[in-house]
Structures are given as C-alpha cells and as structure tokens.
C-alpha cells in the first residue's frame, strides 16, 4: 500500500517538459513597392534616426537649395568618399557641409537613406534610377550601383532610354550593362536614333555618335558576309553531294539510269541519294544532246564541269567508272598554272564544306 502510495506522488512531481523549439519566421520589412534586405524593426530605427535628424551634423545641400541633415559616421562607413571629404574639412566646425549638385533634390534624400537602411520605394527607385546610379558611382556605393544596374536590365531599359544609358554606363563604369545597351541600339537602331537621347548625344558628344554609326555599319557588314559564307558554304555542299550521286550513278545505277551491265529492279528502294534525282535528267541530257561540245549548250557546259570536278577529286582514276575520268585527270596535268590553282582552291573548299557539316571527306570505292 505504501508502495502504491510512493509512485504515484513520483509520477505526479515529475515536472513537464519545455516545448520543441520552433523555427520562427524573421520578422522582414513586409512594405508593398519596397525592397530591404533587413528586419522591420531595424529599418523603422533607421528610417527614423534619417528623417528626425537627431543630433546630425552634416548638411547636405542640393541644387535647388534644399539642406539635407545627415550623420558622418554613417556617411562614412558607407562611402569612402565621404570619408574622406569630412576628414579634409576643419574638425572645428560642429556641421560638416556637403555640396551635392547636378540631380534632383528627391534623389539625393533616396541615396542618402538607402545609405542608412539600403532601402528604397520602386516608385522612387523608377524616377531617379539615372540619378542614383550616378551618385552610387562617384560616391563609390557598390550596392546601390549594382541594384541600380540590374533594375535597368530587368524593367526600366527600353529603346527610348538606350542612349542616355549607355552614355552613363560609359561613364560610371558599368561594362555589362554598356553591353547590353549597346546589342539594344544595335537590334533597334532607327528607332534609337529617332529618340531624344541620340540628338543629345550627338551635339555633346558626337565622337560617341559617330563610333555607334560605323558599329552598326560593321554589323551590317559581318551580318552580309555571314550570310555569303552560308550560301557558299550550301553551294560547296550542293557540289560534294551532285560527286557523290555522279559517282553512285556510273557504278551503282539509280532506277533507271546507270552502267550498261546493270540490271534494274523496278520494285527498288527510293534512292538515298538526294542529288540523284537532278543530275540524272542531266546525264539524260548530256548522252543525246547534239551540241555536247565545251560551250556548245548550257547543261552540257554544266556536265562537263562536274564531270572534271570529280576527276579531282577522284581517288583511282584507274578503276573508276566515272567516263572520262582518266582522260581529264591526264588533261589536268597539263592545264595552265593558273587555272590549276582555281581548280584546287574549290576542291579544297567543297571537301572542307563536307568536314563542317560532320560528314567524311570524298571516297570512291574501287569496284571492277
């Protein structure tokens, strides 16, 4: 009984454990149109030590006369220009006095305060974007110029502001983002060049003017002679293919065309060969026309051209049962010097066309 009576007072004492602790979610500035990177708290402290002023001393004047109140430590510690000013200035004097001239007075109280709490409004931050990246660069505030840098890329950069852009880009030394303005004019350059930026720019800085023009007449150009080395490098392609079918032609037979000790199959499997279908109506051409002499008719010409651009490329002229193949490899040999070189250059570059495209360089497989 006693016995009883000991354990359930033992149960009873027994204290209840703590709860589990949880994962609290950090209290953010939660502000519609703001961006802030620390806790609500924190940032109303900030904001409040910037808009009371207390015991500020410096005094930020603008261009239109208004005075700004700030904290030199904080100043400081932001920007190594500051810094340095306040060190130059007399010790002496109870208010440090910072002229800041060129932009609007709105943006300057925006890059002071984000100086306190690296915060913004979007709609601020969207009015006084140029301005802010201005004072980020020669106040040398790293996070502000690279926030300033990547709104511009996302939302704020269009055809309109290209040029002020660049120019600014330019000049604050931002390279990714003079880039990305610069493929912007480039894509878009009569409508750039109709905007008011460009008439700006071309009477303060028409050196900059003049260098966009020859860049997009060097496009231009590299765009025209990309597209000629695509169509040569088709034709040479065409070329190599038109070997290839000739070659399948004298030695194999494609459906009805081929050596006379061939046997056709008319239930024979559609060629693979594309050009097949082209230069047989051609070999048709070439082995009943009556003008079949070097510039007596246009297709027999064309003939006769593919006919000694094969025995160029022909591996044994020997076996080959290409006609004529041996007798314009022998004509060859004797062929004028400069002619000759004409001839390998596009050789040389209708096997190379095929080596581009992945395929293997011209074979002939030596059949009796």
């Keep these: ?22 994962k609290t979610a950090t209290n953010k500035v939660v502000m519609r149109g703001r961006r802030c990177c620390v806790s609500a708290s924190t940032t109303e402290l900030w904001d409040r030590l910037f808009d009371d002023g207390y015991r500020a001393d410096v005094s930020v004047k603008t261009t239109s006369g208004d005075i700004i109140y700030a904290h030199s430590s904080i100043l400081g510690l932001a920007s190594p220009v500051f810094r340095a000013m306040f060190k130059r200035q007399s010790r ?3 208010l440090f006095v910072v002229p800041i001239r060129g932009v609007p007075t709105e943006a300057v109280r925006v890059f002071i305060r984000f100086l306190y ?32 840098e990547v709104e511009l890329e996302r939302k704020y950069l269009n055809v309109d502001n290209a040029i002020d852009v660049f120019q600014l880009a330019l ?13 912007l004019i480039l894509n878009n350059f009569k409508a750039a060049s109709l905007s008011d ?32 080395k695509a169509n040569e490098r088709r034709n040479y392609l065409q070329l190599y293919e038109a070997m290839e079918a000739l070659v399948h032609i004298c030695r194999d037979g494609c459906r009805t065309i081929g050596p006379h000790d061939k ?7 559609p060629c693979s060969y594309a050009a097949c279908k082209g230069l047989e109506s051609l070999v048709r051409h070439f082995a009943g026309c009556k003008l079949r002499v070097p510039g007596g008719c246009v297709q027999c010409k064309r003939m006769w051209q593919l006919l000694e651009l094969h025995s160029r490329i022909c591996i044994d002229p020997n076996v080959c049962r290409v006609p004529l193949c041996k007798n314009f490899r022998e004509r060859n040999m004797k062929q004028k010097k400069k002619d000759d070189i004409k001839w390998r250059i596009l050789v040389r570059k209708i096997l190379r066309s095929k080596s581009i495209t992945g395929g293997p360089y011209f074979s002939l497989t030596a059949s009796s």
């Design 1 to 22: 009984m006693m016995d009883n009576s000991h354990d359930e007072t033992s149960r009873i004492s027994i204290p209840i454990p703590p709860p589990l602790p949880t």
């Design 92 to 94: 002496s004097r109870r």
């Design 117 to 148: 709490s690296s915060c913004y409004e979007e709609n601020q931050m969207e009015e006084h974007i140029l301005s802010l990246l201005v004072l980020s660069h020669s106040y040398v505030v790293p996070r502000l110029k690279r926030e300033c």
């Design 171 to 183: 000049l604050c030394d931002a390279p990714r983002l003079g880039i990305i303005c610069h493929r």
């Design 197 to 228: 930026g460009w008439k700006v720019m071309k009477e303060s800085h028409p050196v900059l003017e003049r260098e966009l023009v020859e860049t997009v007449a060097d496009e231009a150009n590299r765009q025209k002679e990309k597209v000629k």
């Design 263 to 269: 046997a056709f199959n008319k239930h024979q499997e």
